[in-house]
């Protein structure tokens, strides 16, 4: 169907921060397939897991037990400190596990008509109801009537949500840590910190969508550790897998406890192929140095940043926490409109949201390839 419109590109291979298309020419992906294969492309030990597995089983259905399944719950519960996890197939099935657990919990607390506080610009997926969740008309256009328990508040604006402390419906708050299609915006360092305050003030859960900024992205593995919080029920997808389909939605206390059997389910959900993955990308993540390397990039990718960048007049901010880059541009100076065209020609992969060069590198990038990186985006925003 025509929902896409790809660009005139089609790639074959992948190798770490690079793509190989038809006519052997080779890119470097700063967007990493939209913040999925952030452990690069191929990564040796991912692979290895999907050939052992693919010539095991790859799957029986969640009416057995999975072996990959229960080992990655109980890995990812023990790292997130969270306690239990619901599988599915992507970050808007992730966040459709969030949303029925919030309507059990809604019941449980005999409120009928639940109200979840989300924000405005925010992204949470393409089903009706994470469209609904989702905070920008775009993606709601042409698909009313929506679901209607969500109110989008303003993002990093506190007083907004505790303005809702009177309405007895709230029964919980859903944000990103960082927005990431809204063109990565990055709130006050003390947001999430007095978001969870006030949920726990009014026994509201707490929802982390973390599909894009968790998983490294930021430099910790989860982007909340940043604020040394845990939310009520977090989840993930995007780099979970590494490019194998895979989300999760992990819940604590309560939260966890809303699900029973027959309630909620999916079929491929946690299959023993992509949990090899998943399970793959943490052992990555406990035994190389990646999260190292997240921070020295980012801080590396900023100085050049400041003294390569920064000065050019169509370049008006820096947004960056890890790798999860945005840089702000002025539409006035240069046309935003044109740039993921003209980087392409240049072998470069970038995604443009709005005024925002939006980059997403591969965790993995090293230092020369930061080089390459910055020496493109000079010849991309030089007008
Ligand atoms: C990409 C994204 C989603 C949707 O994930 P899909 O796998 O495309 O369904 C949800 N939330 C956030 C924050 C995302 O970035």
């Not at 029973?260 to 023993?272: I, M």
């Not at 050019?312 to 960056?320: D, G, P, Q």
């Not at 980059?359 to 080089?371: A, N, Q, R, Y």
Request: glycine residues 8%; aromatic residues 6%; hydrophobic residues 40%.
């Amino acid at each position: 169907m025509s929902n896409y419109s790809p660009l005139e590109v089609t790639f074959v291979k992948g190798e770490g921060c690079w793509l190989t298309d038809t006519k052997g020419d080779q890119y470097l992906d700063a967007l990493s397939g939209i913040g999925v294969v952030n452990l690069g492309h191929c990564h040796p030990v991912i692979t290895k897991n999907l050939i052992d597995q693919s010539q095991q089983l790859l799957h029986t259905s969640n009416v057995y037990r999975i072996g990959n399944q229960e080992k990655l719950a109980k890995e990812l519960c023990t790292l997130a400190k969270m306690d239990k996890v619901f599988f599915s197939n992507s970050g808007a099935e992730a966040n459709e596990a969030a949303i029925k657990i919030v309507r059990l919990f809604a019941r449980s607390k005999d409120i009928e008509k639940p109200v979840i506080l989300t924000a405005n610009q925010g992204f949470h997926g393409r089903t009706m109801a994470t469209l609904s969740a989702t905070g920008q008309s775009k993606v709601q256009a042409g698909f009313a009537p929506l679901m209607s328990e969500f109110i989008h508040v303003n993002y990093d604006d506190i007083e907004a949500i505790s303005d809702y402390q009177s309405n007895a419906n709230v029964v919980a708050v859903m944000v990103e840590p960082i927005q990431g299609e809204a063109g990565i915006i990055i709130p006050k360092n003390d947001y999430l910190n007095k978001v969870q305050e006030l949920c726990n003030k009014n026994g509201w859960l707490l929802i982390l969508d973390g599909v894009q900024s968790c998983m490294g992205r930021t430099g910790k593995l989860f982007a909340h550790e940043h604020n040394q919080i845990t939310p009520d029920i977090l989840c993930l997808a995007k780099g979970l897998g590494n490019g194998v389909p895979i989300g999760a939605c992990l819940a604590k206390g309560v939260a966890s406890k809303m699900l029973t059997p027959g309630t909620h389910g999916s079929t491929f959900g946690g299959n023993p192929l992509v949990t090899s993955a998943a399970l793959g990308v943490l052992d990555v993540f406990q035994n190389t140095n990646v999260l190292e390397n997240v921070n020295k990039m980012s801080e590396y990718f900023r100085s050049e940043f400041d003294n390569k960048i920064k000065n050019n007049i169509a370049v008006k901010e820096l947004r960056i926490k890890g790798l999860m880059i945005g840089i702000g541009l002025d539409s006035n100076i240069i046309d935003c409109s044109q740039l993921v065209k003209k980087a392409l020609k240049d072998n470069l992969l970038i995604n443009v949201t709005g005024t925002t060069i939006r980059m997403l590198p591969p965790l993995i990038i090293t230092k020369e390839e930061i080089d390459i990186l910055i020496s493109k985006l000079i010849k991309l925003i030089s007008t």
